[in-house]
Structure formats: C-alpha cells, structure tokens
C-alpha cells in the first residue's frame, strides 16, 4: 500500500467551468484552483465551446493548483483522475494534436432533424436496446457527423485518416499523455455507439451503430476500464510524470461520490443541468418510460449500470436570471428571494430553454412563464424558478417508479443543492427524506475515488467511499398533501402549453 499521504489530482472539465482540486485519501479537499468556460451560442439552439480553450484552462489550473500544494508543503501526487461534460464532441487532427472545430456541447440542439428523420424512419427502438439511449441530439453521434458533414477541416482528417474524434476526457488525456486516444465506458456510453451489454468477442463500438449515424469507427478512442493504468502524463505539462487512474463522465462520478453503490441507491445532481441516476447493479437497464440506459462504471472488465433521468436546464436557468434577465446579481441572491414570499403567487416556469429533457424529450419545446400578474415581484420569479427544480424532479420520480426503480431517499449534490431551501423542497414536493453531504462536490469527490482505486490506494470502491465520503445532512419532508397536489396541478398546466 501507497504512503498515507499519497494526494489525488482531480481534473473537473465541467460545461462552465473547468477545476483541478487535490484529495487526500480522507476526501479532504486540499486545494481547488477553477477557471470559466467561454460559452459560444451562433445561433438560437446551438451551443459551443473552445476546445483549446478547454485544454489551456485545465493545464493553467492544475499547474496552479499543483503549485499551492507544494507551497503548503504536501504530500506527493499519487495519480490523476479526470471527470467532465458529458457528450460535448471535440474533433482533432490525430498528427497536430490541435482542435479542427469547436467543440459541440452536450445542450446543442442543431441535429434535431436528424434525429427526427432517423426517428422517423424506426431506427430509434433498435439503437435504444442496443444502447439504452434514445435518438436526440443530446448525445454524441449525430454530432460527430455533423462535424465532418458541415466541417471542411474535419471532414478532409476524416477522409485522410487523421480524424480523432472523442468527448472531452478524451480529448484531454490525448493532450495530458502526448497521444494516448481512450475513452472511458461511462462517457462511451453517450454517445449511441456504444452497446450496454459486453460483447463475447470482446468489441466495445458497433460498426452497425456508426454506419447508421455514419461516424467513421477509425475516428473513435479505444474503450477502457474507469480505473487503472489508462496512460501517464507527460513530464513537460507538471515537472514530473503523473500516472492517469480514472476518467469517469461527471453524472455517473457524482453518483460513486454519492455512494450510490448498492442497487436501488439514486442521487441527483444539480448544476448546469439536472441529472438523477440509480444504480441497477449489473442488469442492463431497460425503460418503457423514455429513461436512458447507461453504464455506471467498468472495473476490471466488468459493468455496473444505471437508469438515468437527465434534465437539461437547473443551474443554467439562475444563470439566465442573472446574465440575460438580470434579476439577480447572484445566485446566491436565490435563497433569501424565495424566503421573502410565502408562495410564488400562482407563478410557474418551464426551463425549456434547450428543449425538454426526461422523461418528455422535446427538442423543439421551448421555455414558458405562465401566471404572472401585476402582483407578481421579482421575488416570486425566483421562487418559481427555483420551484422548477422540484417539479421537473417529481416527474422523473414518477418514470423511475413506473420503470419498477422506485426512490426510497434521494441524496443531491452539485452547487444549487448547497441552498437549503431547494432542499426542502426537494423533500416536500417528492414526499420522501433528501440527504446531502456535508461536501457537495461529489464529482470530482467520485473522480478521486475512481483514480485512487486505479493506483491501489484503495481495495474497492466500497472501500475509497467509506474513507473519501464524510457526513450528510437530512430533509424531511414537511409540506401537506393539498399544497403539493396544487402545485403540480399548476406544473401540469403550464406544461401543456410548451
């Protein structure tokens, strides 16, 4: 075993923001540098980012980062462990190593008709039993074509042979390690390429799958376990050579940082979006309720899986408030806005800035605020906005039962769930105790774990959960039946009209 104060290099490459931290083995948090993410929208529904950007801002943080540990005097880094956005495609030339696009986020809605067109012509129930995912342009394939059908740049790699094309933890352990082309299952796993069960012969693409969506396989990264030897940085980037341990896609991390480690146990992160996951052991989860199938995590060959529910707007919703709107000055405004009104006065908001998420998928619904009146204040804006979080939540709920994975408690995490009160009403308008870790980063808190596990620092992922996760705090529900039933009842009004 490793010495006692062997550290933990987390890489965070979120969608607005990219972080390096450093764990110790107790899950403390020893240093946390984060840098914005230039957000690039060209056209209504189309969402980008600078995939150079991504790469100069996460090396610029964990130097740092790096540095405020040595300065502090602490102990050696063990091993690194990457987490980030899921689905965001980035296309590179394999020879340069330099970005041929920007990079096309996970919340771009510009292949809408393509999934449309091949919805429509029956493709969608084959590639959700392979893959568990249905056909939307939240996931990575349509995407990757759309690349090389509209790019000149990276349809000539393409044609040349040059293309690498990878989600963003691939992108970045190809620059961290000079070349190594890899993906993880869990991020693997988004982009409907993917098969849920393993295959006998040992594949993980399907040719079928990339002919449909017609991605050239020759493009896509090798699939590796979450843990392990996945490669080794270059000595150039830190001084010093640090081994790669872990790469996990940033719902499936904040799930093992949850300790959703059981079958049954389900967490819901609250960030950019919102996203719940529950844990369905090693059974390949099927939904009749429009929830996706994915893996959760592949250790030593071998996957757990997990019914997913994702929400595409929660935090980006009180960004909108404040940068385009500019009700607020910042989200931390929120708690105390929807605290000063005992309701939101009969107002109700549906986030469908990009679209509706699970369990509707409605790529073209768009966001509406319904109920206001000249008594309504900016306080009863935010409430409502707030409000939203809980009600899209319930109507995840309600598919997860009805898929037969009924909550029994659900643990959040992510930067909204630090304020209390989306908590409560979490617990009030789901009828059921909602826990929260005293450390609500559980993401990178999973990433930590997943790379410590991959150096040998722990046994099991029972085990790194056990020393990393800390302690919670619980929420009871409160609220009476009557109030609830006539929220929803609000909620399903206003829905219908999106």
Known sequence: MTKTDDLILVLDAGT?????????????????????????????????????????????????????????????????GITNQRETVVAWDR????????????????????????????????????????????FSATKMRWLIDQVPEVRAAAEAGRLALGTVESWLAFKLTGGAHVSD??????????????????????????????????????????????????AEWFGDEIPLTGMVGDQQSATLGQACLAPGETKATYGTGAFVLANMGSAVPRSANRLLGTVLCQVAGQRTYALEGSVFVAGSLIQWLRDALGLIASAQETEALARSVPDSGGLVIVPALSGLGAPHWRPEARGAITGA????????????????????????????????????????????SAN??????????????????????????????????????FGSLDEAAAAMRGTVRRFEPAL?????AARLELWQEALAKV
């Open 95 to 138: 020879a340069s190593g330099a970005p041929l696009a920007r990079a096309l986020v996970w919340q771009d809605r510009r292949t809408a008709e393509t999934c449309a067109a091949l919805r429509e012509a029956g493709h969608e129930a084959t590639v959700q039993a392979a893959t568990g995912l249905l056909l939307d342009p939240y």
């Open 420 to 457: 209390d009160w989306i908590a409560q009403d979490l617990a009030d308008m789901l009828a059921l105790p909602v826990e929260r870790p005293d450390f609500v980063e559980t993401t990178a808190l999973g990433a930590a774990m997943l790379a410590g596990l991959g150096a040998g620092l």
């Open 373 to 416: 009146s000249f008594a309504t204040t900016k306080a009863h804006v935010v409430r409502a906005a707030l409000e939203a979080m809980a009600l899209q939540t319930h109507d995840l709920a309600e598919a997860f039962a009805r898929d037969g994975a009924r909550w029994t408690a659900l643990r959040i995490d992510g930067g909204m």
């Open 185 to 234: 299952a869990t991020n693997a796993s988004r982009t409907s390429l993917l098969p849920l069960a393993l295959a006998k012969n040992g594949s993980t693409w399907d040719a079928g799958l990339c002919d449909l969506f017609g991605v050239p396989l020759a493009a896509l990264p090798e699939v590796v376990d979450n843990c392990g030897a996945i490669g080794t940085t270059l």
């Open 16 to 80: 607005t923001s990219t972080r390096a931290m450093v764990f110790d083995r107790t899950g403390r948090q020893c240093a946390l540098v984060q840098r914005a993410l230039t957000q690039f929208y060209p056209q209504p529904g189309w969402v980008e980012h600078d995939a150079g950007e991504i790469w100069d801002a996460t090396l610029a943080c964990a130097r740092e980062v790096l540095g405020r540990i040595s300065e502090q005097g602490g102990g050696r880094v063990a091993c690194l």
């Open 480 to 484: 009476d039946e009557g109030a609830q």
